[in-house]
């Protein structure tokens, strides 16, 4: 189970820390990912970390302002969202890919499974 937290209405150039909180599973054994939905889009890769975090990956649209990190021994991966511009305006979600290696990946459909969202809203 996957719990996502951390969105909510800010301005632009504003930051933005998110959380995704795993239970259930022994969460070193899984890549994770951001992804974000914005309203009438289809559902977007944002960051990906492997394993252990040490291996990280960002859409082109949020390098450089965006950071995906994670404590394994807390069983959570965050999302630091800084200058927030009003196109990041989407619903965030995490999610967990199994893999022998713990790579991520940029497809959604390659994930098993998937928290349940937080609304970021981004005003200009």
């Known amino acids: 189970q996957l719990q996502a937290s951390g969105g909510g209405l800010v301005q632009a150039g504003d930051s933005l820390s998110l959380s995704c909180a795993a239970s259930?599973?022994?969460?070193?054994?899984?890549?994770m990912g951001w992804f974000r939905q914005a309203s009438g889009k289809d559902r977007e890769f944002v960051a990906g970390?492997?394993?252990?975090?040490?291996?990280?990956g960002y859409a082109d649209s949020v390098k450089g302002r965006f950071t995906i990190s994670r404590d394994n021994a807390k069983n959570t991966v965050y999302l630091q969202m800084n200058s927030l511009k009003p196109e990041d305006t989407a619903v965030y979600f995490c999610?967990?890919?199994?893999?022998?290696?713990?790579?991520?990946?940029?497809?959604?459909?390659?994930?098993?499974?998937w928290g349940q969202g937080t609304q970021v809203t981004v005003s200009s």
């Open positions: 999610a967990a890919k199994r893999d022998l290696i713990g790579r991520y990946s940029s497809e959604s459909m390659d994930y098993d499974s």
């Open positions: 259930g599973r022994t969460f070193s054994n899984y890549a």
């Open positions: 970390a492997n394993w252990s975090g040490a291996t990280t």
